[in-house]
């Protein structure tokens, strides 16, 4: 991995504290620009910064004084987020993120975290996104693209599949399903655990080995086209939920919902080709996803030890 300073844009959450955590172990300086200061980031200075409503000029200047060598964009979360919150988290933070480093005159290699969703499902081959989430993540990798081109940052471009593991945001599938096994049993009790309907088929891959393909494409020296990362295979969202409650131990009954959205995305399948990423990255999943679903089971009862005893 090539030397210097790291910025992690969106370093404090679920993908970016992986991701600096990486960067520490191998000797790096990271910085870390959020909204919130993280609960440890040790190793890391921290910055209270709120990218897409910066003003770029402010945002320049604090890129000219780092000088960073690699930046990283782990913004764009969906999670709890809607309306303008929605767009400035994937689209908005990359605009302004391009437009202060062709201000700063500061080029460094960028890695730009995006979704396979940008394809649409059953990707490859690349159809083009059919979700509203889709959409905004590819226009924010068109915007990096076209920095890219016009040589204001070296680019490289990452499109990943559904990331789990330890710290998993909990409004998403895996992170709601393992707070609520934590909660019963830390209660003691069995879980009733309400979903909707479980009839999709996802690429998971663990977040530590997306923190890996990041630390890859550090150290690539050129990256022309987006790369993606998953693990390569199609799983049922049933078997990843069952397979959660099978690691917890707790007794628990997982009730099927109807989707309230008769357009939801309830029976799309993604798939991940890894031949780009192992030819460009040298770069290929370690983990299975068993390994992925114990790392965020023992992150949720530990989360649960933090928190406030049970009356």
Not at 22 to 43: C, D, I, Q, S, Y
Not at 79 to 97: E, F, K, P
Not at 134 to 148: D, F, H, M, S
């Amino acid at each position: 991995m090539s030397d210097g300073r790291v910025v992690v844009f969106g370093g404090t959450g679920f993908l970016g504290r992986q991701i600096c955590q990486n960067f520490v172990a191998a000797g790096r300086e990271v910085l870390v620009l959020g909204r919130t200061a993280p609960r440890a980031a040790a190793g890391c200075r921290f910055r209270a910064v709120d990218v897409a409503r910066t003003p770029t000029r402010d945002l320049a200047g604090l890129l000219a004084a780092e000088r960073p060598a690699t930046i990283v964009n782990a913004t764009g979360s969906k999670w709890g987020l809607t309306g303008r919150d929605l767009v400035d988290s994937c689209v908005g933070a990359s605009r302004n993120i391009m437009a202060a480093l062709a201000e700063s005159a500061v080029t460094p290699r960028y890695i730009h975290l995006g979704s396979v969703l940008e394809y649409g499902y059953l990707a490859p081959p690349p159809v083009g996104p059919d979700s509203a989430y889709g959409q905004l993540k590819l226009a924010a990798t068109e915007t990096v693209l076209e920095a890219a081109a016009a040589g204001t940052v070296d680019a490289a471009v990452l499109r990943l599949a559904n990331v789990v593991g330890p710290g998993a945001a909990a409004e998403s599938l895996p992170g709601l399903v393992a707070g609520k096994l934590a909660d019963a049993d830390r209660r003691g009790e069995p879980a009733l655990i309400e979903v909707t309907a479980l009839n999709a088929h996802r690429d998971y891959v663990d977040v530590r080995d997306v923190a890996d393909a990041v630390a890859a494409a550090a150290r690539v020296p050129v990256l022309r086209e987006p790369v993606a990362i998953g693990r390569g295979e199609t799983v049922p969202v049933r078997k990843l939920v069952a397979m959660l409650v099978e690691v917890s131990g707790v007794r628990a009954t997982v009730s099927e919902l109807p989707s309230p959205d008769l357009s939801a995305e309830s029976e799309v399948s993604t798939r991940v080709d890894l031949a780009p990423a192992r030819e460009l990255l040298g770069w290929a999943p370690r983990r299975t996803l068993r390994d992925a679903i114990e790392a965020l089971w023992l992150d949720a009862k530990e989360e649960r030890k933090r928190a406030q005893p049970v009356r």
